[in-house]
């Protein structure tokens, strides 16, 4: 299993952010990011790996959650959305899951390019980052955060924040195995986090197939350091 080192695949998404400075969006820009938005609910809904990753930028588009840790290039997004639960159990009368009218994005720009963020109700938004290319606008990450998150005081800053603090270590992919289809099932990429009762919690998992659970603690904004960290060996069969 091929081991990721967290802080180069945040320092890699940063650059391409800051690469965008300046960015000046028009109103077409504005219905081409719409659009993209859309795209990705109806490839996400109907299983589409390789049109679910197309719509990231190829160099470093990235997807972040605190569940799913950083998912980067073009192999992990396809596997991402094949570990989804309604693509591992299709619906059993052949049609794909409909994607709905994707939700509207709201769209801004600052001294790094265009962002927009996507409101799911009270359950959770995406707080995105586009690039323009020659193939159209892409996302240059996307990253989504609950409710319970969202009131921790995380955002998409602070996921990546909190992934850095594992930068020295051999952070693994985690896969587990699907009870009720048989496979095994991609879970996560880097540092998953855990909030629990307003506590920021993570786990590391590690290329031995042990991980470390921490408990992190923001010191400033932005700014974050482990509180607790404890190993948790493999398992021997």
């Not at 799913?68 to 991402?80: I, K, Q, T």
């Not at 994005?105 to 790094?112: K, R, S, W």
């Amino acid at each position: 299993m091929k081991a990721i080192v967290a802080c180069s695949v945040a320092a890699l998404a940063m650059s391409a952010a800051v690469a965008q400075a300046e960015t000046s969006v028009s109103a077409e820009d504005k219905a081409q990011i719409q659009e993209l938005v859309s795209r990705y609910a109806v490839a996400l809904a109907g299983c589409d790996t390789a049109g679910f990753a197309n719509l990231f930028d190829a160099a470093s588009g990235y997807f972040a959650s605190g569940f799913r840790g950083v998912v980067a290039g073009h192999d992990r997004l396809v596997a991402l959305v094949e570990s989804e639960r309604h693509c591992l159990a299709p619906n059993p009368n052949g049609a794909p899951r409909p994607g709905g009218n994707a939700p509207t994005v709201t769209i801004e720009t600052d001294a790094n390019g265009a962002f927009g963020t996507v409101k799911l109700g009270d359950i959770a938004e995406y707080q995105d980052r586009y690039v323009r290319t020659a193939d159209g606008w892409k996302f240059a990450s996307r990253s989504v955060l609950t409710s319970a998150e969202l009131a921790a005081g995380l955002d998409a800053k602070q996921l990546l924040a909190i992934q850095a603090l594992s930068h020295d270590l051999q952070v693994a992919d985690h896969y587990d195995s699907d009870k009720d289809t048989g496979t095994t099932r991609f879970l996560s990429s880097g540092v998953v986090i855990l909030v629990k009762d307003g506590v920021v919690g993570g786990r590391v998992y590690l290329a031995d197939g042990g991980h470390y659970a921490d408990v992190y603690e923001q010191t400033a904004p932005g700014q974050w350091r482990i509180q607790s960290r404890e190993l948790v060996p493999a398992a021997k069969n």
